[in-house]
């Protein structure tokens, strides 16, 4: 018989039989015998709190590393040790999923303009700092590209477009839609890497007429659109590579519904609101 078990028979009868008597009879030592009661009782303690973030996960669709679960849990009013929360989140397999790195390949182009954003991440006010870029989505159809502009301010998706090819319209339908749904002024900066798109005569020709100034990374230097890259690591792993995409659809329907979830729901670590929450406050 296993000790584990043993100590199990003693617990059970521990109310009917004397306790030394028992491991005497089991030939197990007492002080074994209340570690493994002690180790039950922190199991016990730890089952509220690890109900609680099991819920959080279901909440953010199991996206949430320790720091946002601890987030998460004070606004409902209960505050542990960040260090507990990650030790409850391990003990109980709760941890978020593990984000991928994804291989950038930069295009040559007409046009090339100076890196005004300079890896300066920060944005004093909305609409004044935007980065963009273009990833790909595998689909049982396809290949679905995927175009979006990010706000450096608050961090949310001020605009999305998807398209089945890869050219220069599928960015300046992107920049189209984002001119027509935010105020852009001349303050405005679009930062992007040297993608052939981007470099386009067309693309010039967009943000000259809409008093845009064009930002660009350095050849070779992904971190200079991070921010961008950052997003799309975020969407794939906790969205695209969680499920069997069969068809473009399908790709645009989880694209919508991850997008509404990360601007509107998707606590930040950083300054503990959601993207729109805090677009919002600088609004009011």
């Known amino acids: 018989m296993k000790i584990s078990v043993k100590y199990k028979v003693i617990?059970?009868?521990r109310k009917e039989y004397p306790i030394s008597e028992m491991c005497r009879f089991f030939e197990v030592s007492r002080?074994?015998?209340?570690?493994?009661?002690?180790?039950m009782d922190t199991l016990a303690k730890d089952l509220p709190l690890a109900e609680k973030i099991r819920e959080c996960q279901a909440e953010s669709r199991n996206t949430y590393g320790?720091?946002?679960?601890?987030?998460?849990?004070?606004?409902?009013?209960?505050?542990?040790?960040?260090k507990t929360i990650l030790r409850v989140?391990?003990?109980?397999n709760l941890l978020s999923v593990i984000r991928r790195?994804?291989?950038v390949r930069y295009g040559e182009g007409l046009h090339k303009y100076p890196n005004l954003l300079?890896?300066?991440f920060t944005a004093e006010c909305p609409n004044q700092k935007w980065v963009t870029d273009i990833s790909y989505i595998s689909t049982g159809q396809g290949t679905l590209y995927l175009s979006i502009i990010r706000d450096l301010y608050d961090n949310s998706i001020v605009i999305y477009k998807t398209a089945t090819n890869q050219n220069v319209n599928l960015v300046?339908?992107?920049i189209k839609a984002a001119k027509k749904k935010e105020k852009v002024t001349a303050e405005l900066q679009l930062h992007s890497d040297q993608g052939a798109q981007y470099a386009s005569e067309a693309y010039f020709e967009l943000t000259q007429r809409y008093g845009i100034t064009p930002s660009m990374s350095r050849r070779g230097n992904p971190y200079d659109?991070?921010?961008?890259e950052n997003f799309f690591s975020i969407l794939k792993t906790e969205c695209i590579y969680r499920t069997k995409i069969n068809s473009f659809a399908e790709a645009r329907a989880l694209i919508d519904d991850y997008i509404f979830f990360y601007n509107h729901q998707r606590i930040q670590s950083k300054t503990k609101l959601t993207p729109l929450e805090l677009r919002r406050q600088f609004a009011a």
């Open 89 to 92: 989140m391990n003990k109980y």
């Open 66 to 82: 320790y720091r946002r679960v601890c987030i998460w849990l004070e606004r409902k009013g209960i505050h542990h040790n960040p």
């Open 225 to 228: 659109n991070a921010l961008a």
């Open 101 to 103: 790195k994804r291989y």
């Open 118 to 120: 300079n890896r300066d």
């Open 31 to 39: 002080s074994g015998y209340y570690g493994y009661v002690s180790r």
């Open 172 to 174: 300046l339908n992107t």
């Open 11 to 13: 617990y059970r009868h």
